[in-house]
């Protein structure tokens, strides 16, 4: 008797569970379907102009081996070129600066919005950088990276709803003004 109650109060979590990750789903698609409606974001690719602009750091120190990867997948974003601002935070001493560079050009003749920052002593190591490169974010919200982390082309407009006001709509900056 003992081992089925064990049992059943280990069932019964596991349907509470469930309950509890279906609400939570609804509550995402409604928020989703807020944002769309106060955005016009319903086509995924649509440039938007109350969208927030958004600022992706990327720190890297001598990663030559997924500095090109991590700068291309964050340069794919399915988010308008002109609201996202990517920082390179590149303290390398080897040939991952040449190789950030010649990237970041290209993504640059491309029309992406990308900057690269050194820094002359490397102080901190990467959450120095990071600090050192806050002043000159222009992003109402921030994405940090590390390099060897791949996200997915959707990621921010994935993100967002989770900081949408559930009456407006709206995405209330967290830090407030940047």
């Known amino acids: 008797m003992l081992a089925s109650a064990g049992l059943l109060f280990y069932g019964l979590n596991c349907y509470v569970m469930l309950i509890l990750f279906a609400r939570r789903a609804r509550e995402t698609k409604s928020r989703q379907r807020l944002l769309e409606n106060a955005w016009g974001v319903a086509h995924p690719a649509g440039e938007s102009a109350n969208l927030p602009k958004i600022t992706t750091q990327l720190p890297l120190y001598n990663e030559l081996n997924v500095a090109e990867r991590a700068i291309r997948s964050i340069a794919a974003f399915d988010y308008p070129h002109h609201l996202h601002q990517i920082q390179i935070l ?11 560079d010649r990237i970041a050009a290209e993504l640059r003749s491309a029309g992406v ?5 050194r820094r002359e002593v490397r102080h901190g190591y990467k959450a120095g950088a990071l600090n050192d490169a806050m002043p000159a974010a222009h992003g109402e919200f921030i994405a940090i990276f590390d390099s060897d982390f791949v996200p997915a082309p959707d990621f921010l407009r994935s993100l967002l709803p989770h900081f949408a006001d559930d009456r407006t709509g709206l995405v209330q900056a967290a830090l407030g003004a940047v």
């Open 113 to 117: 919005w990308i900057d690269v920052v």
């Open 90 to 100: 590149d303290d390398s001493t080897d040939e991952t600066c040449e190789l950030v």
